[in-house]
């Protein structure tokens, strides 16, 4: 495959992709990364949603969020993927709402930590590249690797291009496609909590089926949802 070029074939990959492995690898990122909310008197959470590696699943997102406008979700965008594209419009108008952040998840999933630092730049470039160009605004600062994937170099690269917040997370949802929503209940109860980062994915309906079932965990916990921007202060360039 070539560079910068993501398939029907990786993305297919991706749809497969099971994140039950990451789900309990909070606490474990090298140093720099984010993980957590800084501290607050409002107990808050972040949900993040990363991929949209299925179309459909994104849309149900931005139709949950259209219906609940106090429901906030930072996405990692990865702008290879046409879901990205199709719901560009009713995206801007979340993020111009600040309902939504749209921050950086790279052009093409690649493993960052196996690129050049020239690559890494490039993976990175073409995703804020395309938000620019679809939402009319930056993606930067915070941008998240594909798979987690990052090491002191990946750090040091893409800070030196602007994307000082590197987030991993805290809990995961364990979503991926092919995962029961049972699963995803059970690690959304397990994880959600107070000044947490939390990682989900559109790339399947196990999430998008049980969307009332999570927007009530979040309530019944007396977690107000923010975005990135909100929780860390920062203002969208
Ligand atoms: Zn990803």
Redesign the pocket.
Known sequence: MGVGEITRKSLFA?TLAGFLSVADKALAWPRGCISSLPSSSTKRAAWTV??GASSAALGRYVTMLEKNPSVKITF?V?SGAPGWTKYAKRLKALQDSGQIQLAN?TQT?RKLTKLSDAYIKQELNRCEAFCLEKYGRSSKPYF?P??GEIDARVIRVAASIGFTKPVLWYGSFASGSGVASSTVLKSASKWIANGRILID?ANGYCTTNVFPQILQMFRSRKLKLVTLHEAFGTTPE
Do not use: C, Q, S, T
Request: charged share 25%; hydrophobic share 25%.
């Open positions: 991706l990363d991929d990692f990865l998840h999933h998240r594909p798979y994915h």
